[in-house]
């Protein structure tokens, strides 16, 4: 039998239990993306540095105590923004989530903030033409980096994201279908962008010997290999709908 005094004794308990872990629980307002912060945090800039700049476009450059005070707010500000970023990366991953994740607001289109994380780096994807994407090349960022004087995370960014479209599409594509326009539904990017990519993978699938130590190909920008990408593509492969924003005939089926 349950004495009275014990009932009520577990009953506190039970409650004490229940304020506790309501106690835990934080509500906050969707993190709102903006959009200065967020291109920085794309290119791989620090905390400081985002502050730096967004604290000189607004009260220049003194070095007086309440700049100081000033840059504060910002890194403060700055350090929150980055958070909120890093907690909706998974969502930028595959930006189809963004138009049905509730818990972010968001200035722009998720086709917008998609174009802004899928934007593409000419100089770091230069350096990776002729190279397989695997993880030891991916450890091995930090020379490029280094060479191009760009953010680790920033080639990580590119890295990934051109290694996640490439990976896609041989999965789930096998590359039998109109690839720009395939990139550009499934990641949400601009007809000109997803031409690029295009473009990009067609390179890496065919497995061309582009590197920068090749002295014959060293010279080639990448907007010289997307233009012999492309020609090769509008005389090669299937049609690509001007639609697209892309030259007649460019539309790969590779």
């Given at each position: 039998?349950?004495?009275?005094a ?81 907690r909706?990366?998974?969502?930028l ?24 994380y ?12 002729g ?61 000109p ?51 697209l ?10």
């Amino acid at each position: 039998a349950f004495h009275p005094a014990q009932t009520e004794g577990s009953a506190l308990v039970m409650a004490e239990v229940l304020l506790r872990v309501s106690a835990e629980v934080l509500i906050t307002d969707p993190p709102m993306v903006d959009v200065e912060c967020f291109d920085c945090w794309v290119k791989g800039m620090t905390v400081r540095e985002t502050a730096l700049k967004r604290r000189t476009a607004c009260c220049g450059t003194g070095d007086d105590a309440a700049t100081e005070d000033v840059l504060d707010l910002f890194q403060k500000e700055t350090a929150d923004y980055y958070h909120a970023f890093e907690r909706i990366e998974h969502f930028l991953q595959q930006p189809g989530l963004l138009h049905d994740h509730l818990a972010l607001s968001i200035s722009e289109t998720p086709e917008m903030v998609a174009a802004r994380y899928y934007a593409i780096d000419d100089d770091v994807v230069r350096e990776l033409f002729g190279k397989k994407l695997t993880v030891k090349a991916r450890k091995d960022l930090d020379v490029i980096a280094d060479a191009l004087c760009v953010p680790l995370r920033s080639c990580r960014r590119v890295f990934d994201n051109l290694k996640r479209i490439l990976t896609w599409l041989d999965e789930t594509k096998g590359f039998h279908c109109c690839v720009a326009r395939e990139i550009a539904a499934q990641y949400l990017l601009p007809p000109p962008l997803a031409a690029r990519y295009s473009a990009i993978c067609f390179v890496f699938y065919n497995k061309f010997t582009l590197q920068r130590s090749n002295r014959r190909t060293a010279s080639l920008s990448l907007a010289d290999i997307e233009l012999l990408s492309a020609t090769i593509l509008a005389n090669w492969v299937s049609e690509m709908p001007s639609s697209l924003g892309a030259p007649q005939r460019y539309q790969p089926r590779f």
